[in-house]
């Protein structure tokens, strides 16, 4: 049985109540966030937020060690799937008022077509292959976009918590087979060379930060 190094974290309010005076409310909420005296300071336990998952290795005692691995969404921080679920919403509103008439260059990936910036590739050949063999061998890639329904379950409950215009409608009352069906839709229609480079940018935020711990502790 393989072991693992979970990292869980939660937030843990600390409030003080201090009387600043001041010309205008501004200025007054100015001076309080600027001062740095905390010596009154108070823990708010029944306030605390969520246990969530902030770090996963592979390996027993293995924190830092080496790369993280990808934290499985339904652990993250409850306000992080929510904003991941505003992005999805995002990103949907952004395919709907564009121009339908845009030509897309498109991809398949399996039986589905998806769009992307890609380039076409001529028909291989055996001479082709030792043409244009690669000087260097081709970096790891990985799988980005997982479209996962039990993930669009979430999203729709948390749409429908903040979404005045569904009043009555419960998650429960979307079918697996309505929201299978959407999936298809938006895997057929949607742009992800967006995603795909937040994606990147990411990822090299996350390599550079754990690069920083590793050294830092050495």
Known sequence: MPDFTIETTYHLPVFRHRTHSADTLDAACRAAIEDDTW????????????IHVTGIWDGAHAAYAGPPIQIPQQFNEPVQRRARHFEILLGLLKILFDDVGAARPRRSIGSLD???????EKPFSPETRILKKPVNPPKPSHVLVRLQEGGVRDAITAVLE????FKGLTSEA???DEIHAACLSVATTMDFSDMVGNAEFQAALLAIRSAHRRLASD
């Open 174 to 176: 979307v079918t697996d």
């Open 39 to 50: 010596d009154i300071a108070e823990t708010d336990f029944d306030s605390s937020g969520a």
């Open 114 to 120: 998806l769009p992307g910036r890609l380039h076409e």
């Open 162 to 165: 903040v979404d005045p215009s």
